[in-house]
């Protein structure tokens, strides 16, 4: 039995070895800044209404005064609905640069744990990519895996720390095994290569599971190097770990849910799989998933309460990315989403097309049955995603966009609509984007929340986000104005990043722009599966 197990999980790793060799590509990295006013010695932005990240109801007007990227002031201005006192304001020294926003709404800059920078089936440069998060105020990206090479995410990570690119800043967790001459066999193996990650530089682990003794030397040494750690229980190696386990190993964070739902297996000890089930025949790997909540015990039930006690004193974080996902449950809505026709590329649209090739387009003959299924799913995945929330759980908000017709930038904001959909209030669902993000990464001392003494990390919109997510998207909001007419309001703003300031809005038009030139060297038109172009 042994020496089954052990070749099963050489035959694993091999595979996962080689999809990760597979998805490392040079992918074109972002050109020279050429964006952004500022950094300022001095900055004050007047008259907004704060949303400070960590759960406070707004409050405003405000003037925050900003020295040298650090917040030194946060001044309330006023009251709503009167006019400002000059006398009571921060005054303006020369040289100041004071940014004028009265009436609209600041947060601290998103953090997005799940941000894949493009890849070899995607085919999108990096500068599309790290355009469309910051015109959605994502100033912080978690890159889960460095699939475009460890070195190539180092490199883009030091440029964007010295802002000498338009980008998030970027943490590198780095795909457990890549660049290993050999699989990582032993647990000897495994000490070695996150020691070699840490004096390269990484700072995380992305895990997709391995043999027990392999995972617990890995996540104790990543421990003791003071690295952290992610894993996508995957399930070729979840029967082996489910997230209990591999939390109590002392991993720090889980993607998607994979692995949940097998902790609070009570009847059975893995997913009841069709005997015809193929796990490279990604319909089948996908149509199964959306059954795997329903196997799990029941919620509020004992066992279900005992394993989130656990996971909440472990100190565990999850991050759900319910976006990626919703494909699954109204496949229509995902591909006919209305920035398709103007900021995704054509490369990009092809990677989402029905294929039994690329990743996440698995669409072989997806029905009312599939979405249904997928529909009872997230009910049953929100219920504990939001009750771990409120008995203190750490939720975070991420996007994994790229794949099943998601959208980098956009999606990150329809994962925060779900969010809310889940049962979080609006201000928790900001403090998941903001603050338990930070917290997540070990950042919260510098960003996540607007305080006195953090980074300069903004996110600013002229309407209320707290009444209407929607006014975050690229595209805006409907509205319908006194005029009875039809207007779109919102996109963000600004977003401020390292006390830069970006105009949001032009970093949008600089995507659509490269979208409109790819297509026009290709002659290319948006068409939908099964129909021909025009």
Excluded at 106 to 119: A, E, T
Aim: charged share 25%; hydrophobic share 35%; net charge positive.
């Amino acid at each position: 039995m042994k020496k089954n197990y052990k070749k099963i999980f050489v035959t694993t790793l091999i595979t996962l070895c080689f999809l990760n060799n597979l998805a490392i590509a040079q992918v074109k990295k972002a050109p020279k800044r050429a964006e952004g006013d500022g950094p300022y010695k001095r900055l004050i932005i007047r008259g907004v209404n704060l949303i400070n990240g960590a759960g406070s109801p707004l409050r405003g007007p405000v003037d925050i005064v900003v020295e040298n990227d650090r917040i030194t002031n946060i001044k309330v201005v006023g009251a709503p609905g009167l006019p400002i006192k000059t006398e009571d304001r921060p005054k303006a020294n020369p040289g100041d640069k004071e940014l004028k926003a009265e009436g609209m709404f600041l947060m601290p800059g998103f953090v997005d744990m799940h941000g894949h920078i493009g890849g070899t089936g995607q085919k999108v440069p990096a500068e599309y990519v790290f355009k469309l998060w910051m015109a959605h105020g994502v100033t912080t990206v978690r890159e889960p895996g460095s699939f475009n090479g460890a070195e190539w995410t180092f490199d883009q990570r030091e440029k964007s720390k010295k802002n000498e690119i338009t980008a998030p800043r970027i943490i590198a967790y780095v795909g457990f095994g890549q660049g290993s001459k050999k699989p990582i066999s032993t647990p000897a193996m495994a000490r070695k290569w996150v020691q070699d990650l840490k004096k390269r530089g990484g700072q995380g682990i992305k895990f997709f599971g391995a043999r027990p003794d392999i995972m617990k030397a890995a996540l104790d040494e990543a421990k003791k190097q003071g690295l952290g750690s992610a894993c996508h229980h995957a399930q070729t190696d979840v029967a082996w770990l489910n997230a209990l386990n591999t939390a109590r190993m002392g991993l720090t964070s889980m993607e998607h849910w994979y692995g949940l739902p097998e902790a609070l297996f009570q009847d059975r000890t893995v997913q009841n799989y069709p005997l015809n089930y193929n796990y490279q025949n990604e319909q089948h790997r996908f149509e199964e998933a959306g059954k795997l909540w329903k196997q799990a015990a029941k919620p509020y039930s004992a066992h279900w309460n005992k394993v989130m006690n656990e996971l909440i004193k472990l100190d565990f974080t999850i991050d759900p990315t319910m976006n990626i996902y919703e494909a699954n449950r109204d496949l229509m809505r995902a591909r006919r989403a209305e920035w398709h026709e103007t900021y995704t590329m054509p490369s990009l649209w092809r990677f989402y097309q029905p294929s039994r090739i690329s990743h996440g387009s698995y669409w072989h003959y997806w029905g009312t049955e599939q979405e249904i299924a997928w529909k009872r799913n997230y009910q049953l995945w929100m219920t504990f995603i939001n009750e771990y929330k409120n008995r203190g759980g750490r939720v975070t908000t991420g996007s994994d966009s790229g794949f099943i017709f998601q959208l980098y930038g956009f999606a990150y904001i329809r994962e925060l609509e779900l969010l809310r959909e889940a049962g979080f209030h609006p201000l928790e669902v900001i403090r998941a984007a903001t603050l338990k993000g930070a917290e997540a990464l070990g950042m919260d001392k510098e960003i996540g929340t607007v305080e006195i003494g953090k980074k300069a990390d903004f996110v600013i919109v002229e309407e209320n986000p707290l009444e209407n997510l929607k006014v975050l998207y690229g595209t805006g909001a409907i509205k319908l104005n006194e005029k009875n007419e039809a207007v779109r309001v919102g996109g963000v703003k600004y977003t401020i990043k390292d006390g830069i300031i970006y105009d949001a809005k032009q970093l949008l038009a600089d995507v659509k722009k490269m979208v409109e030139e790819a297509k026009k060297k290709e002659n290319y038109q948006i068409i939908q599966p099964g129909e021909k172009k025009k």
